[in-house]
């Protein structure tokens, strides 16, 4: 089996489902709230339950890594390797982008470039997908 993440990165949120693929059975789902305030909240469902814990989330590196700490903690995933593909929805795309694409350094530049056109959204998208590929 293997195992995709939706991220969706907002200007102080992250939101995410992992999916098991081919099935594309929603495994997990939740979201980190209020990045970069002085409390956030982590909340994650799993097997019908959901927690929620209250702490600083001082940026979207810090809530990626809970995030992923929280799928092998809770039995989510055994590995992280499990996880074989990250797909991030991007704000804005200008002229470069109108669907999906694989990201590649040419498109985390383009994104880069976009930012001012969505100054809230872009580069909290960059700043995940990073700590997603780290």
């Not at 099935?23 to 959901?50: C, D």
Request: hydrophobic share 40%; with cysteine.
């Amino acid at each position: 089996m293997s195992k995709v993440i939706a991220v969706n990165s907002g200007s102080s949120s992250l939101k995410f489902q992992l999916f098991d693929m081919p099935s594309e059975e929603v495994l997990t789902s939740g979201q980190a709230e209020r990045i970069g305030q002085e409390m956030g909240a982590f909340t994650i469902k799993y097997n019908g339950e959901k927690h929620v814990t209250n702490l600083p989330l001082p940026d979207h590196k810090a809530a990626v890594r809970l995030l992923l700490k929280s799928l092998t903690d809770l039995g989510i995933v055994e590995d992280l390797n499990e996880i074989k593909g990250a797909g991030h929805r991007i704000v804005q795309g200008g002229a470069y982008f109108s669907e999906s694409v694989v990201v590649d350094e040419d498109v985390v530049n383009k994104v880069d470039e976009l930012c001012e056109l969505a100054p809230l959204h872009n580069p909290a998208h960059l700043v995940c997908y990073r700590a997603f590929k780290e």
